[in-house]
């Protein structure tokens, strides 16, 4: 969830919300009339074999409970009361075979896409997995909040991409924030828009910068309410329950799925709830490799070297999927094993982060204390996670076999990012060894500068490469190049905030005597990497307060300068042999401009979504998801917030008084914003934006 520590958004007006109109939702199927069909969502073909093929939970038992010996639960989906769409993606909705406008203009839309109704041949469910959470066994987790509809067989004319990446014929659709299920814990099941539109945009915009992941086919809101502590201050408020439609060739992909049937751990005495039932153990396997891998269910036929070759390709998926994040800056925030796929794909949005300013430590994650899941530790955390996969596929994958396949990942992981980085750089012709230090020292530098991750990249593709002339043309095509990379570098001011150590001086000086004195105190309640990195963020504004701008800037120039001066160089040696040298830098510049997004999703830009749509106004949204849809390009008359215009609307969507009376004490206190492009390095509240 996303949430300013101080609200300081501007007191928007905004034109009302105008629903789809919808008939009444309290009676059932039988009330509606003559049996024709009114919404084309009453005609998908559903085909719900998980259910058949995997053990059913047998129990009626209502409430929270452990689940043995079953990977599903039937559940009852919690009726919203006047649910709405908030907005839907038609790319996502066509995988179902659906018109997007057909579903936004359909008055029983938002209630099946809510879990509000069931529609024909759904049968929903709530999947039971575990998982190893902040590197602890948590034992029985689950659905607590999404709910499986069923199955939808892929519909004539599917993309054969598509269908490559979904071997199955069928896409799971799956509603997050429908209710309490037997995996709740102590939760209420629901979803608020916030964590919704955060799930919806991030979603698609993963898959429109060509990175695998699960998608999301509509936000629907409702006037139903739960209480949340926005802040974490004591003092909850009403929000409306909001669920997204979820698409994927299957939920049941977490490597947590495979641990239900874990031993007692060592450490947290906690075991899977299906320990000892290794016949399901089996079932899950032969049923996800046949659906989801049918090239390796065909070429063996020796069921051990048949579990080896499936693992050796989720290990080859992940690395490759990691590789892709870090080349876009994305973090994920909770790499817990039960957010992890088996067929590759980018599950779960919670407190994910796109980097700004480069860090290597960045932390997307405020919960995250210790930086387990920071940037640069997600590529070990992620073979971490495929290590405790592994064990609990043990006995049907031999733990000696597993062993020398995960030792092929860091391989793998490195070929998978230099390939990535290659082409971010446009090194198109040639692979040098000499390019890993290239891009070392760029990271570098972009660290030392505070650059902005997305827009340096960008900025990459208009260095030109070295023609020959004199000296002095040369040094100012680098100069000229410095300045444009200078743009992007953070301020002195900026610098400050972003070194300033996060824990009290006192405290770090207790932890530094503790660390000498009481070691073995010192790692219950701490540990060395992250007194290292305060003492490292204090040395560093110890530096930052003895300098002044103008220094600073001179500073970050020569850095840029040294850095280009070698990049063109490496650029020369692309062009040597080539005989259209206009054509090859022509490539380069087009390869770049395809492979550095122009626009991420940063917390900003959702931030600033949410907000409206808080108020009622979910066009924002709906614009931001345009723009996402074409991340590389830039899109005339979209280069704006759609609350930018000037002035607004005046009026705005119903809200009620408890609403109301908050929205105008949030705005009370707050400074105006000024409009920041999609392209733009974060404005300086989006510093206060906090997600945990």
Known sequence: MAYLAHRLGRSRIFLPCVPALRLMHAGGMDDMGPIVSRSPLERLDFDNVALRRLPLDQSEEPGVRQVKGACFSPV????????????????ALALLGL???????????????????????????AHCYCGHQFGQFAGQLGDGAACYLGEVKVPPGQVPELLRENPSGRWEIQVKGAGLTPYSRQADGRKVLRSSIREFLCSEVMFFLGIPTTRAGSVVTSDSRVIRDVYYSGNPRHERCSVVLRIAPTFLSRFGSFEIFKPADEYTGRQGPSYGRDEIRGQMLDYVIEMFYPEIQQNYSDRVERNVAFFREVVLRTARLVAQWQCVGFCHGVLNTDNMSILGLTLDYGPYGFMDRFDPDFICNASDNSGRYSYQAQPAVCRWNLVKLAEALAPELP????????????????????????????????DEPEDE???????????????????????????????????????????????????????????????????????????????????????????????????????????????????????????????????????GRELEGQSDVQAVQEERVTVMDSTNPRVVLRNYIAQNAIEAAESGDFSEVQRVLKVLEKPFSTQPGLELPSWSGGGGASEQGERDEGEEAQQEAASSSSAPRDPVPYDSKPPTWANQICVT
Not at 76 to 91: N, W
Not at 458 to 484: F, M, T, Y
Not at 554 to 562: F, I
Request: aromatic content about 6%; charged content about 25%; overall charge negative.
């Open 437 to 571: 230090i290239l891009i070392t020292e760029l990271l570098q530098t972009m660290h030392n500068t505070g650059a902005d991750f997305t827009n340096t990249f960008r900025s990459l593709s208009q260095i030109s490469c070295p023609a020959e002339g004199d000296a002095e043309v040369e040094e100012g095509v680098v100069k000229n190049a410095s300045e444009l990379l200078l743009q992007q570098c953070a301020s002195l001011e900026e610098l400050k905030a972003a070194n300033k150590p996060s824990m009290d001086p006192r405290e770090l000086a207790m932890l530094l005597s503790m660390a000498q004195s009481n070691p073995a105190l010192f790692q219950m309640i701490s540990d060395r990497a992250t007194i290292a990195r305060q003492l490292d963020k204090l040395s560093k504004l110890k530096d930052l307060m003895e300098t002044n701008q103008e220094e600073l800037s001179g500073k970050h120039g020569e850095e840029w300068r040294r850095w280009i001066t070698r990049y063109r160089k490496r650029l």
């Open 76 to 91: 009852k989906p919690s009726p919203l009361t006047r649910p709405q769409f908030v907005a839907v993606s038609r790319d």
């Open 99 to 125: 018109s997007g406008d057909q579903v936004l203009n359909d008055p029983l839309g938002p209630e099946y896409l809510s879990g509000s109704r069931v529609m024909p041949g759904s049968e929903p469910a």
């Open 399 to 430: 733990p000696d076999r597993a062993e020398t396949v995960i030792d092929e990942y860091l391989d793998l992981y490195n070929g998978f990012y230099l390939q990535n980085m290659r082409k971010k750089l446009g090194l198109l012709k040639k």
